[in-house]
């Protein structure tokens, strides 16, 4: 069952700073996670950097966009379609120059996952590739890597927790071709297949 939520920040009131947030929220929506705010902005135009976090520590961008004095004038709300478990949130606010403001992080639930899921999100590059797992339990599991014959690659023990897992594997021993991953966890075997070049 998704419970609804809404946590509101509010973000220090120092008239110095040329932009804060005056109200920060999430609320859900459907299963998906609305944020609302109302920011305070006294620049031409402010560049927005909306960040979202499955462990309230290690955040990535998820939207930016600029917005000039009179826009900033309006309320904002943005609604994330990709959150899973337990999701938090900041609004990084930059201006011209650089100069950037990072706000009170705020909590939500996102979607429910009803089973462990394993996918390949994108190649970071030659030596890396990025796993995704979404988990409805926590605990630990292990990951193989096969080739194209067959034959084990590369196995790791890796720690699920219940929500979204971002996993990183090495992948410069890897010659090009074709490779199956799989995850062995409580819940079953998940298998997904990447192309290396």
């Not at 926590?138 to 034959?151: D, Q």
């Not at 929500?163 to 199956?180: C, D, H, P, Q």
Request: with cysteine.
């Amino acid at each position: 069952m998704l419970i609804a939520l809404s946590v509101s920040g509010f973000a220090r009131q120092d008239s110095s700073v040329p932009f804060r947030l005056k109200a920060f929220s999430a609320i859900k929506a459907g299963e998906d996670v609305q944020l609302k705010w109302a920011v305070a902005c006294n620049l031409d135009f402010a560049n927005f950097d909306i960040l979202r976090s499955n462990d309230g520590l290690n955040f990535t961008s998820i939207n930016s966009f600029s917005a000039d004095r009179l826009r900033c004038l309006q309320p904002f709300d943005y609604i994330d379609r990709s959150a899973y478990g337990n999701v938090y949130y900041r609004i990084k606010v930059q201006d011209k120059d650089g100069n950037n403001s990072l706000e009170k992080t705020i909590a939500a639930t996102g979607k429910q996952i009803l089973e462990t899921t394993l996918k390949v999100i994108y190649p970071i590059g030659s030596i890396s590739i990025m796993l995704e797992v979404l988990s409805s339990i926590e605990g630990s599991a292990e990951l193989i890597v096969f080739n194209n014959s067959g034959a084990v690659v590369k196995s790791a023990g890796v720690a699920l927790i219940k929500g979204v897992n971002n996993i990183s594997i090495s992948s410069a021993a890897f010659s090009a071709g074709i490779y199956t991953v799989t995850l062995i966890s409580p819940e079953g075997k998940k298998s997904v297949r990447l192309l290396q070049r």
